[in-house]
């Protein structure tokens, strides 16, 4: 497969132009010891194909027809990384009016699953609002480290946007993910081949600074009763995986929270959770673009300023979305209503704001 795609030169050139950033002291990722990077890269493979064997089983065994896409398309650019079409049912009964179009990409900590894995929230998503939603693929690390996973999201992202069989009224494109995905939907944005074209992004708990550690980010987070996140224990390996020794960690393109309003969309809502080290990092890229400081109370209730719109997701832990291996009972049941709580205010939002 890696044979199939031409080689990385467009990363090179990408990477030798790092903009001016607002931070001038650059921060380079260490090259971990002989030793570390053996360890991260035994652990990195094997949560990979676990996840892939245990999609795998439930693809074979448990399909689920209800939520399948409507289409799967490839494009030139990207050959190897199709995308899912979900197209609302008003389309399918042969409604031609051009719709607004929602891209999602998927999360994964840059390194597990594929555009298959929100199947159910790209079918939902796109009955409750109405939208065209493609979930789009990317390359994924180890093998293929930043930036090459934004430049996939860009490129594929771009020929969405001028794909006249999918009817789509093109100044109406919001971009969100979810994790890794709400990172890189912040991110391609800014590359040249969808400046100006996306007009919203919406980022559900991404990652938008690498210039600290996880252990850093575990000592500092918002809220300390939860005792163990899996992104503080194998964090340190899937940022070896993601981040190649010597990158600046404060290169916009890998952390968004560096990008100005400029290069980013005109609308912007984040979205945190309360138990997710991530949080305060969201929080703090919202309210600096908004041009406001971080107040001591009620920034926990949510807010909106102008185009930027804030949600702090109460009682969830870092991927809440995922139905991926969530146990039934109350917690999920708990979950269940914080996701469509949440969805519904980011729906209320584009629907009276951004698309009108």
């Known amino acids: 497969m890696i044979a199939s795609f031409q080689p990385d030169q467009e990363a090179e050139v990408l990477l030798s132009k790092t903009s001016i950033l607002r931070d001038t002291t650059p921060l380079p990722a260490e090259l971990a010891s002989l030793g570390l990077r053996i360890q991260y890269f035994f652990l990195v493979w094997t949560v990979k194909i676990s996840i892939a064997l245990q999609l795998a089983y439930l693809r074979f065994f448990h399909p689920n027809a209800e939520t399948q896409p409507t289409s799967v398309k490839t494009y030139s650019c990207r050959p190897r990384l199709p995308v899912r079409v979900f197209m609302p049912k008003s389309r399918q009964r042969g409604n031609k009016a051009v719709l607004p179009l929602y891209i999602h990409i998927h999360g994964g900590a840059f390194a597990t699953c594929d ?9 939902s998503w796109c ?15 180890p093998v293929h ?37 709400g990172k890189l939907a912040l991110t391609a944005c800014q590359l040249p081949e969808l400046q100006g074209r996306i007009k919203a992004a919406v980022s559900y708990f991404p990652i938008v600074d690498w210039s600290a550690p996880p252990h850093a980010k575990w000592a500092e987070r918002l809220y300390t009763e939860k005792k163990s996140e899996s992104l503080n224990t194998a964090g340190p390996a899937l940022d070896w ?8 960690r404060k290169e916009k393109l890998l952390s968004p929270c560096y990008a100005s309003r400029e290069e980013l969309p005109e609308w912007v809502c984040l979205i945190g959770a309360q138990h997710d080290m991530l949080c305060r990092e969201s929080r703090d890229m919202i309210y600096s673009l908004a041009g ?35 146990k039934r009972g109350r917690q999920s049941e708990i979950r269940r209503q914080v996701c469509e709580a949440t969805y519904a205010s980011v729906h209320e939002w584009l629907e009276t704001k951004v698309l009108v």
């Open 241 to 248: 995986a993601y981040v190649p020794a010597g990158q600046n």
């Open 145 to 181: 480290r930043f930036p090459v996973p934004v430049l996939d999201v860009a490129a594929v992202a771009r020929a969405v946007v001028d794909d006249a069989t999918l009817g789509i009224d093109k100044t109406r494109v919001v971009m969100g993910g979810f994790s890794a995905g």
């Open 127 to 141: 009955e409750r609002t109405g939208m065209v939603v493609v979930s789009l693929n990317y390359r994924k690390s």
């Open 292 to 326: 406001e400081e971080v107040s001591e109370s009620g920034w926990d209730q949510g807010w909106e300023k102008g185009k930027y719109k804030w949600l702090l997701a109460m009682g969830v832990r870092h991927g809440f979305t995922d139905e991926f291996r969530k």
């Open 115 to 123: 555009a298959s894995i929100d199947d159910n929230f790209c079918r």
